[in-house]
């Protein structure tokens, strides 16, 4: 049965921003064998939207709101690779410690930028409706239905090939969402002549 929770009300682009936070792909390690399954890949996708949808029922301020939404996706998305994904081919040439640096201020970063449209998810739901088996990962597939507009298709990649059942990739209506993240975080790499350093600390900034 699927399971569905009731967010705030937006428009199509402000439903394509909150699922972003975690809308970027990556090449995960080969495993031979999943330790995870598809019961355990779509029972992360309902914590994960249902924390979520907690957070946003809970009247807090809106400081407050994004530290809890930054702990979400802490919690739930793979964050290492969404942000080495992000970084694109500089992830490679960056010393450890300026990497670490960078990937807590996309960590805050993601929070504060996609908490800011959280909050307009009320009078709206989506639906967990399927998982299967997707190359060397699992594929959620679940169901928007926003007011006023068409259903949209929301597919979630989770893995545990770090280890533990994270998302690292979500695909909507076909749309691989790495796509704007890595662009503008991209861009803001080149506006600082890829300074990685520099990047992070217009991360802690943005959003």
Known sequence: M?????????????????LACAGVAAVLPWRPAFALDAGGARALIDRSLGEVYQV???GQPAPQM???????FARYADVDVIARSALGPAARQTDAAVFADYKQAFQGYVGRKYGARFREFIGSRIEVTDARPLK??????????????APMEVEWHVSDRSGQDLYFNIIIEGVNMLAS???EIGAMLARRQGDVTALAADLRQAG
């Open 66 to 72: 994004y530290q809890n939404f930054e702990a979400i």
């Open 136 to 149: 060397s990962f699992f594929a959620v597939t679940s169901v928007a239905y926003l007011n006023g507009r």
């Open 56 to 58: 946003i029922n809970s």
């Open 181 to 183: 993240e890595r662009a």
């Open 2 to 18: 699927p399971r569905s929770w009731t967010p705030m009300r937006t428009d199509r682009r402000g439903f394509l921003g909150l």
